[in-house]
Every structure is written in structure tokens, then in C-alpha cells.
């Protein structure tokens, strides 16, 4: 059946898989923003190890998603990886920057005679959870914003911008993007512990993390709101059926309203998220984190969607419309995207394991003893 | 194509080489001592005692310390074939990003999730689920390098693809012949036995130190006895794999070969360098002698490159300058028709964008009689197609010779462990020490033969490493190459010195 399908109908489902992997990363960057709530949240060395150590059982899950998001976009849309990564140099080099910090801190923080010290190893994931993320917003701007690139005749990249693309970090849309993934992460950190640890006798703890909730919320909305706005008000990037891309008037709202169900992805996503907020600050409740996590990915895929679908090119330039990238342009063949479907009918069965896994771990909720032995992060 | 700034090129070839091998300082060691704790802890269920326990759980401490940073150097690896060889990744994106794509489906998830397990459930989990993650673990960490050394042995000999003129890309036709290629076999268990034999010494190495000092010495002698039966199967299988990636490389990759043999007149019956010295000033073509000494094993090279005594090995000057008599085109002669596809390339791209379709479908035919050798057309003299021949015939001796030794130390480890002499063998102690060091030389070399004999190639024979990096200013390179060479240099420093302190603070109980 794979076999027979389409060549578009193929680039549309890596689409779909690799909009599912980002917005999946986007729920697990509740490690980042939990981490940068050390220091709001934690008044004590045994709050300070729960926390790091309630994080820190999930940070792989987050990295690797990380990962395959990169292999993913490299497999099925390589003109993408080469151009953006290879374009955009300093916004990339930074990310990954701030995940090589992270990915040694939870390990060498508690460790007898670890060079740096354990402050240093939790600056280092508090540079994670804002700088990393703040940037990986940035990026995903660029998506609705633009690129400064051209594209040769064979396809090689020249970015005409000497910032090699931080300059998308002084985009308004792209800042605010960023800034809103920042506080969300936050917000899904504060959730996650909540629903991770065991408070008894730890109530002040459990008080300043609901609070961190709600605050972290209510920065995180201005931020949203605006996105929101101008999404809804700019010139999109628009690209016809013989393949030339023009800006077009409110080209996202269009989006929208050509595709109900991005728009109740949308929608629907935002009022989890809203919901899980107010049970967790209000309510007493420590579901709140899967609530949030769906509202996320509902929220995560609709960008996504909004970003690449309905004839947009989701890599646009800036400088040359005619380079822009559309999932048509630059993916990967047609032999490649149906084995890569094959490969992709694994995932559930990924998906299963690591949800067992965590479930079996998770089942007792941890406790204050166990982050005080020498093997505890 | 863009012209190259050769100092771009270096640059970035360094910063490449620096994290390469930066992690692989910290992989083979993850590969091999995953098994070896999975090995402690089934001995630890299976007889129930608890000093295997706290065996499996000293070495467990060691492999999370090091595998955090081998995962915080793995990351950059991937994105830089993006950042630092876009035109490498647009050419080769759809074969290359396949195993990497499946490498994270497969191979990463199953190393995270289980990770958390092995290191944090030992109280939320049954034993038997326990070792069952400490097992997946080990195997997850050993899938991802299956894919990517699958990756890598395709850009030493590219098969299943062809080039698409109108994409200007190679496109993957046959997934299970990339997959299963002879170079991806013998790659995947060279790679993978030499991490073996890696952690094999590393807890030998420790383990001797502990008998030296007179500390832990019931599970010193337990933890020797484990790691010299494994890494003597590692080091067996190293020394198979290891012939069966020369006779790949006599096949498909001749140059190099000839260039870590220091093999420069091609001869029927040649002989095996045993041991020698390179003649720096020899130069391809010159009638110099290529060593200033050498010892050889004759008609060694000639079984070991084409499974045949007496068979004749091409050498270096017969594959730049051609040999008639062997039937051998030289590298200038791949040039001119190199350099004749490359124009031909860019006149169908350019009649393509200018819609002129009988001036494309003329470049077209003629690309297609001449693509075999496309990659040639962009080098600029036949010397360019040697690589450097003092570093690849060094690498490859010294790592041959240190593979010799270490299945001999690893037997002279389990006869006197066995007899129970071992402590009254103040000799092989501090060699058992040193050992552990002694297999990160031979590791690094090993990665020096295979990426080094490479050159000048990205893609061998299609692509060379001067076309395939991104357009850069330098300025960018250096300055990522200093931070990240400061970086990981400040974290190695923090993992030797946790590694140490953990290794003198010592197992409980034992």
C-alpha cells in the first residue's frame, strides 16, 4: 500500500511525521523550562535535587526527540537541513550550544570534585531552558517571517545576512515567538514536577510551584496574543501550482479558514492549555501537565501545519522569494520518503515502550530520600 | 559550482575532525561497557549475589559519567553535516539522512528510555525488568552505531543511488544494498569489537590499579576475568573485521590501501609493511624510495588485498599516473573526463533554467557518457587524489600493532587471574593500566586510517571534501572551532576528574 502512494501524498505525511516529532519536542522542552524554575521554585538543597532529579530522568527523552526532529528534516526534506542549517550558522550553532551544556549538567552537577561546581552546572541548564529555547523560537519564526538566502542552480545555499541568522532574533514576531516558548516550557516544567514529586511535608514547595504556574502563564499570554495577532494580519508566502512564490495579503488567516481542522487544532490546543492552568493553580490538581502537554502539540502541529501546508512554502526567503522552500521542492525522492514510511510504521511501537516505561517509573511519585543518595543527580 | 576558499575548507574539515574525535574518545567506551554492565548484572540475577550487585553498579557509575558526554559531543556531530557541509547534505541529504532518521527512531529512544531505568530503577522495578533495560540499553547504544557507520561507509564506497542531473543530487534507488553493503558490515563490526576492547582495558585498567593498591581486590579479579573473556572475543573479532575492511579497501578504495601501505610502485607478490619509516620528501612520481627503512612480510599485502599470493597490488603512482599493463586509467585521464561532466552538468542546468529543452537534452546525453568520474572534475592536479600518505601509513601500523598486542594481554590477564597469581604480577599491572590508554591510541588511529585515507574525498570518487562545505566565511568556522574546542576540552577535564574521584572513592562492599 505505501508502495502505491503518491509522491505529494508522501511529502505530506513527512510533513505531518516531522510537524508531530517538533511538536513533541515541544512538550518535552518541559525539562528546559522546569530547569530555569530552579531558582524561583527551590529554597533548599532537597528542593533544589528534586527538581534536578525529577528533570533529570526525563532530559534524554527531550534530546533525542531533538535529535530525530534534525534526522527527521534531513531524511525527508534534506534542501531544508542544508539550507537552514548551513544558512542560519550562529542561530543553530547556539542551540546546540546550550544542549550541549545541558546534556553533561544533571550528571556532573552532584558529583564529588567536578571542576566547576554545582552552580555553574545549573547556570548551564538555566542558559538550556532560556537561551536555547528562546533561539529555537526564533527559528521557527523564520518559518512565517523569512529567511535572508539564495539558492544557486544547484541548490547551494548563500545567506545574505553577515548575522548568519540571528538576525532572526531581532524580528518582534520571531522574539516574541521565542519568548513565548520560553515561558510555556516554564509553565509545562512547573506542571511536570508537580505531577512528579512527592510533596508530604513539602507544602510551601508545592504552593510556590503553583504559583510559578500561573505567573509563568500569565507571561508567557502578551507574548502569545501577539503572535497570534500578527499571524493573523501579515503578508504571507504564497506559492502557485507552476511553483512561484508572491506574498499574499493575510495569507495565514487564509490558512486558517482553508483548513477548519488547523484552526480546531488550534483552538483546542490553546483551551487545554488554559484549562490545565487554572485546575493547577486553582484546583489543586496534578494532571494539569497532560493537559498542557496535549494543548502544546495541538498548538505545535497547528503552526506546523500553518506553516507548510495549503501551497506556503515553509522555509520562505526574504531575499530571494523564488529560493523559498516548499515541502514539494525539497524533499527527499520518491524512493526514500516510501522506505522512510516504512521505517515510520515503527513509532507506535516506540511510542508504546516509552509510555510503559515511564508510566512504570513514574508509578511512585519522587520522593525526598531518594535524591539524597551519591548516585542521585 | 561556487568557488572554494581552501582555508574554509580546512577549517572546517578541523572542527569536524576535533569533534569526531572528541567523541569518539567517549563512544567506544559507552559500546563496549554497555554489554560489560549487562554482563556484570545477568551474573548478579542469575546467582543472586549481592557483590555482583554492587559490581554492576560501580561500572554503571562509571558508564553514566561517560556516556553524558559522549552524548553531548554526538549531537553536534549530526547538525554539522548541516552547518558546516550543506552542499554535502543537499547532495547526498536523500541517502544519508535515511539511516540517521532511523538511527533516532530506533537506536536513540531505545538508549533514553531505558537509561532512566538502568540507572534509576533499580528500587521501581523488577529485577529481571531491570537487566532487561540494562540489556536494551547496551544494544540501543550499539544500534546507533550501526547506522551511522552505514552512513559513513557509504561515503567510502556510495552504492544503491544514482545522480539526478535535475535535482543535482544523489538519490537513494536501493535501500538494502546501502544498508547491507560489504564496506557497512565490515565497518559496523570493526567499529563495534573495537569498543569491546576498549572497555575491556578500561576495566582492566582500573581493575589493576585497584590489585596495585592492594584495594577491592575480590571484585577487581571478578571484573578481570569478565572483561578479558570479552575483550579477547573483541580483539579476536577486531583482528577479522580489521582484514576484512583492508580487502574492502584494496577493492573499493585501492588509494588508500596503497597510501597506509606506503605503497607507491605497484607489484605482484607485495609485501606487508611490518615495520617502517616514510620518506617524507617522497613525492607521487619521483624515483625516491618511499621509506628511510622498512621491514616487510613478503606477499602478505597481495593475500590480504585480493585474497591471492602473488596477486599484483596497484600503488600510488599507478593509480594517479595510470598503468596501461594493468589496465589502470590514471587520475588525469578522470579528469579530463571529470572536468567535461562538470560543464556538462552546468550547461543542462542552465538551458533547463533558460526552458531550452534540445540544448538540455544534448548536455543531459553527454553528462550521462561522462558522469562515472564527475567527482574528478573538481580536482585541480592528479596529486590531489593522494591523501597524506606519513599520517595514514603511521595510523594504520600503530593500530595494528596495538591490536596485536592486546589479545595477548588480555590472555596473560585471565591465565594469572585464573591460576591466582595475578596480584604477584607487578610487571602486568601497570602495563594493564597504561593498557586503557594505549586502546584510545589505537581507537583514535583507527578512526585517522578510515577518514583520513579517505581524502581527498567527501564521497569517494563523486565528491570531493572542497565542494562539500558550506558557503562561509571563515571568521565562523574558527570561531565555533575555538568554542567548541573550549568547551569540550573543559567538560573532558570535568570527566576525568569526576572519573578519577569516583574510581578512588570505589565500589561498596567489595
Known amino acids: ?377 | 559550482m561556487v568557488d572554494v576558499d581552501l582555508s574554509l575548507v580546512n577549517w572546517s574539515r578541523a572542527q569536524f575532525a576535533m569533534t569526531a574525535m572528541y567523541h569518539w574518545i567517549f563512544v567506544p567506551l559507552t559500546l563496549g561497557l554497555s554489554f560489560l554492565c549487562a554482563m556484570f548484572e545477568s551474573i548478579y540475577v542469575r546467582t543472586g549475589n549481592e557483590k555482583w550487585k554492587a559490581i554492576t553498579r560501580f561500572w554503571m557509575t562509571l558508564f553514566g559519567i561517560n556516556f553524558a558526554i559522549g552524548v553531548a559531543t554526538g549531537i553536534i556531530l549530526e547538525f554539522e553535516f548541516g552547518t558546516n557541509w550543506s552542499n554535502y547534505s543537499w547532495m547526498v541529504g536523500d541517502i544519508f539522512g535515511a539511516p540517521l532518521a532511523v538511527e533516532g527512531i530506533f537506536a536513540f529512544f531505545l538508549e533514553a528510555t531505558f537509561f532512566a531505568v538502568m540507572f534509576f530503577g533499580w528500587d521501581r522495578v523488577s529485577k529481571g525488568f531491570h537487566l532487561f533495560s540494562t540489556w536494551m540499553v547496551a544494544i540501543g547504544s550499539n544500534l546507533s552505531a550501526l547506522w551511522i557507520l552505514v552512513a559513513n561507509a557509504w561515503m567510502q564506497y556510495p552504492v544503491g543511488m544514482a545522480f539526478n542531473p535535475e535535482t543535482a543530487r544523489f538519490e537513494m534507488e536501493n535501500f538494502w544494498a546501502v544498508l547491507f553493503s560489504p564496506v557497512a558490515i565490515s565497518k559496523f563490526t570493526h567499529a563495534t569489537s573495537s569498543g569491546f576492547v576498549l572497555a575491556s582495558l578500561f576495566v582492566v585498567a582500573i581493575s589493576s590499579w585497584y590489585l596495585l593498591k592492594g584495594r577491592h581486590v575480590e571484585m577487581a579479579k571478578k571484573s578481570i576475568i569478565v572483561a578479558s573473556v570479552f575483550g579477547l572475543l573483541g580483539s579476536v573479532y577486531v583482528a577479522f573485521t580489521g582484514d576484512e575492511a583492508a580487502f574492502e579497501n584494496a577493492q573499493h578504495q585501492p588509494m588508500k590501501l596503497a597510501a597506509y601501505e606506503g605503497l607507491y610502485k605497484g607489484e605482484n607478490n607485495a609485501g606487508l609493511v611490518a615495520l617502517g619509516m616514510i620518506n617524507s620528501a617522497k613525492k607521487p612520481g619521483d624515483s625516491q624510495h618511499p621509506f628511510l627503512f622498512e621491514v616487510k612480510v613478503p606477499g602478505l599485502l597481495s593475500l590480504l588485498a585480493n585474497r591471492e599470493s602473488g596477486s599484483f597490488v596497484p600503488g600510488i603512482d599507478d593509480l594517479v599516473y595510470g598503468n596501461k599493463e594493468q589496465k589502470i586509467m590514471g587520475v588525469a585521464e578522470k579528469m579530463k573526463i571529470g572536468q567535461k561532466a562538470v560543464a556538462d552538468l552546468a550547461a543542462f542546468k542552465q538551458a533547463r533554467k533558460e526552458k531550452n529543452d534540445v540544448v538540455a537534452a544534448e548536455a543531459l546525453t553527454r553528462f550521462t557518457a561522462n558522469k562515472e568520474y564527475l567527482g574528478y572534475g573538481y580536482l585541480s592536479t592528479p596529486e590531489e587524489a593522494v591523501p597524506p600518505v606519513s599520517t595514514a601509513f603511521y595510523s594504520f601500523h600503530i593500530m595494528v600493532v596495538l591490536g596485536t598486542f592486546f589479545p595477548v594481554l588480555f590472555i596473560a590477564f585471565l591465565f594469572f587471574t585464573l591460576k591466582g597469581s595475578i596480584r604477584q604480577q607487578r610487571w602486568l599491572l601497570p602495563l594493564g593500566v597504561l593498557s586503557f590508554f594505549l586502546g584510545h591510541v589505537a581507537g583514535q588511529m583507527g578512526w585517522a586510517v578510515a577518514e583520513v585515507g579517505r581524502q581527498p574525498w567527501a564521497i569517494q570518487g563523486l565528491m570531493p571534501v572542497k565542494v562539500a562545505t558550506t558557503n562561509l566565511a571563515v571568521g565562523h568556522v574558527q570561531a565555533t572551532f575555538f568554542m567548541f574546542l573550549g568547551v569540550f576540552t573543559l567538560l573532558l577535564i570535568a570527566e576525568i576528574k569526576i572519573m578519577t574521584k569516583q574510581i578512588s572513592i570505589g565500589p561498596e562492599g567489595v
Open chain 1, 1 to 377: 500500500m505505501i508502495a502505491n502512494l503518491e509522491y505529494a501524498t508522501l511529502q505530506q505525511i513527512w510533513w505531518i511525521l516531522c510537524s508531530v516529532v517538533g511538536s513533541l519536542f515541544l512538550f518535552l522542552t518541559f525539562v528546559q523550562g522546569g530547569n530555569t524554575l530552579l531558582w524561583q521554585v527551590a529554597k533548599n538543597d532537597v528542593e533544589s535535587s528534586l527538581v534536578i532529579n525529577s528533570l533529570g530522568r526525563k532530559w534524554e527523552l527531550t534530546f533525542t526527540t531533538l535529535v530525530l526532529f534534525g534526522g527527521a528534516l534531513f531524511a525527508a526534506f534534506p534542501k531544508f537541513y542544508a539550507t537552514s542549517f548551513g544558512g542560519a550558522y550562529w542561530v543553530w550553532m547556539l542551540i546546540l550550544f546550550t544542549f550541549i551544556l545541558q546534556a553533561v549538567s544533571y550528571e556532573y552537577r552532584k558529583k564529588p570534585d567536578n571542576f566547576l561546581g554545582a552552580k555553574v552546572y545549573e547556570s548551564f541548564l538555566l542558559i538550556n531552558g532560556t537561551v536555547g529555547i528562546l533561539l529555537i523560537g526564533a527559528a521557527v519564526g523564520t518559518f512565517f517571517t523569512g529567511s535572508n538566502f539564495t539558492l544557486n542552480l544547484y541548490n547551494q545555499v548563500t545567506w545574505t545576512n553577515p548575522l548568519r541568522g540571528l538576525e532572526a532574533a531581532f524580528s518582534l514576531f520571531n522574539l516574541s515567538l521565542g519568548l513565548f516558548l520560553v515561558f510555556n516550557a516554564r509553565v509545562l516544567g512547573g506542571m511536570y514536577l508537580l505531577n512528579n514529586i512527592d510533596f508530604s511535608a513539602m507544602d510551601d514547595f508545592q504552593g510556590r510551584l503553583r504559583k510559578a504556574v500561573l505567573i509563568n502563564f500569565l507571561c508567557a499570554l502578551p507574548f502569545l496574543l501577539y503572535v497570534l495577532v500578527s499571524l493573523l494580519m501579515m503578508k504571507g508566502f504564497s506559492v502557485d501550482a507552476a511553483g512561484v512564490v508572491s506574498m499574499v495579503a493575510n495569507k495565514y488567516l487564509l490558512n486558517l479558514l482553508a483548513m477548519p481542522l488547523v484552526l480546531g487544532l488550534l483552538l483546542v490546543g490553546l483551551v487545554l492549555v488554559i484549562v490545565a492552568v487554572l485546575i493547577t493553580a486553582f484546583k489543586g490538581s496534578t494532571k494539569g501537565i497532560w493537559l498542557a502537554g496535549l494543548g502544546t502539540v495541538l498548538v505545535g502541529l497547528s503552526v506546523f501545519f500553518l506553516a507548510g501546508f495549503n501551497n506556503t512554502p515553509f522555509y520562505p526567503s526574504k531575499a530571494d522569494l523564488q529560493s523559498s522552500l516548499t515541502i514539494v521542492n525539497a524533499s527527499s525522492s520518491r524512493y526514500t520518503l516510501t522506505a522512510m514510511t516504512y521505517v515510520a510504521l515503527g513509532i507506535p511501537f516506540v511510542l508504546a515502550y516509552i509510555a510503559y516505561v515511564w508510566s512504570k517509573m513514574d508509578a511512585k511519585k519522587l520522593a525526598a530520600h531518594e535524591v539524597m543518595d551519591h548516585e542521585a543527580y
